[in-house]
């Protein structure tokens, strides 16, 4: 199950039970993985780290998942990173806020991680 080259990923979510699961999934292509439990420690831990894909909730403590992707975008990077959302905030209103914020794509939850997979492994890469 392993992917052809490890990436790096990012994920923020503040549901403990949620990163773990993520993480187990991930880990089993070869990602290499990081994770935050809010908004602050997201934009810290890309700030250090700068990961191939960020995987943000957007309903988070202290900052948002939506300002954390304005910030990432804002920064003057060589290669941009994937940013996804996976949230529980679903409304089409919802999705095109997302996008605005500068997400690349916008999931559901309950996160459906063989979607959420594709869509890291079908972009280009840089």
């Known amino acids: 199950m392993s992917n052809t080259k490890a990436e790096r990923l990012l994920i923020a979510d503040d549901d403990p039970n949620l ?3 993520y993480v187990l999934f991930f ?4 990602y290499t993985i990081q994770t935050a439990t809010d908004g602050p420690g997201a934009l810290a831990a ?8 960020v995987m943000l909730d957007i309903q988070m403590p202290h900052m948002d998942g ?10 003057n990077a060589v ?9 529980a905030l ?3 209103s919802e999705r095109t806020e997302s996008l605005r914020a500068g997400f690349d794509h916008h999931f559901g939850k309950p996160a459906q991680l063989p979607v959420i997979l594709a869509a ?6 840089h």
């Open 19 to 21: 990163v773990e699961a």
């Open 27 to 30: 880990e089993a292509y070869g």
């Open 46 to 53: 890309y700030r250090a780290w700068r990961p191939d894909v």
């Open 66 to 75: 939506h300002t954390v992707a304005r910030e990432i975008r804002r920064m």
């Open 79 to 87: 290669s941009w990173p994937l940013l996804l959302a996976v949230t």
């Open 90 to 92: 679903c409304t089409p």
């Open 120 to 125: 890291i492994t079908s972009r280009p890469t």
